[in-house]
């Protein structure tokens, strides 16, 4: 399958200090400018959407517009600063890999059929998995601290059909060259009931925040005392999650202490919603060589 290279435009997503550098293979998704937001959300229309975390996403999409029928695209979905421990140099998932965090998961997704749908949109549907890890983590502190101690791994699977659509790419010509156009974006409505414990678990698990192009340096000098010291001096952009629908809820029984807590959230749907970006130095169909971008 002949895949069109695709290279998006916009910022959207972020770079941390242990994400895997981005890669020059034909179609591959750089999970390092790549992501991916998670969304509680009501069928009904009543309910208050509830953005939950920005993840960072690998993997691969192909899809030539003269032969929708053979898209494919996998996915890989994992939290920020994580990918060096959980893929390999070609963005691939390293099986039986763990993360630092206490609590994560993982979601993998794999496109089994293609098709264009009325609307003109391509529609990919296959089968999404979620894999939910929790350790303990201990920390003893002497003289030949080396960093915590975790417990062994418990692990759950979920599993469960999933259908994400995109608008097929396009391409414009500018000066003379060849370059793809607009963000490629895709998104996928998942009912809870279908999938039970997905949102628990995404709810259950850490997040980082997620930093587009981070840099960080350490201090020449971090001051008079050790004190002083306030570690690295970081720089970059974070993608943050967006603000909440609704206002925060003063439950009457607390009034009194003055404390205030967010509204709970409700929904019976997930909404995943991708953000993808190509590796850089791609070419076009034509073989026009692409700009890489910076």
Not at 11 to 24: D, E, F, G, K, R
Not at 90 to 111: E, I, Q
Not at 219 to 227: A, D, E, F, N
Not at 235 to 263: K, M, R, Y
Request: hydrophobic share 40%; aromatic share 6%; glycine share 8%.
């Amino acid at each position: 399958m002949q895949s069109l290279n695709l290279i998006l435009a916009g910022v959207i997503a972020a770079a941390s200090p242990a994400a895997i550098p981005a890669q020059t293979n034909d179609g591959q998704i750089d999970s390092a400018h790549s992501t991916a937001s998670f969304t509680l959300t009501s069928s009904s229309k009543t309910g208050r959407p509830y953005n939950l975390a920005i993840a960072l996403v690998a993997g691969r999409l192909d899809v030539d517009p003269s032969a929708p029928a053979d898209a494919a695209m996998s996915l890989i979905i994992f939290p920020a600063g994580q990918g060096s421990y959980l893929l390999t140099q070609d963005g691939k998932f390293r099986s039986g890999a763990l993360g630092t965090l206490t609590k994560y998961t993982v979601l993998h997704f794999r496109s089994e059929r293609a098709f264009v749908a009325a609307d003109g949109k391509l529609v990919l549907t296959g089968r999404l998995t979620a894999e939910h890890v929790q350790r303990r983590a201990s920390v003893v502190w002497s003289t030949a601290y080396t960093g915590p101690e975790y417990s062994d791994p418990d692990v759950d699977h979920f599993a469960g059909e999933a259908v994400f659509t995109l608008d097929l790419p396009t391409a414009v010509h500018k000066n003379g060259q060849s370059l793809n156009a607009g963000e490629i974006s895709a998104s996928a409505v998942i009912k809870r009931a279908d999938f039970p414990g997905l949102w628990s678990a995404l709810r259950a698990s850490k997040w980082p925040v997620v930093v587009f192009d981070e840099k960080c340096e350490m201090p020449y000098y971090p001051g008079p005392s050790l004190r002083d010291y306030k570690g690295p001096d970081c720089t970059g952009t974070p993608v943050l999650v967006s603000a909440q629908d609704g206002q925060p809820l003063t439950p009457p029984a607390i009034e009194a202490i003055g404390s205030v807590v967010p509204t709970p959230p409700e929904g019976d749907q997930i909404a995943i919603e991708v953000h993808l970006q190509l590796t850089r130095e791609n070419l076009d169909r034509s073989g026009t060589h692409v700009d890489p971008m910076n």
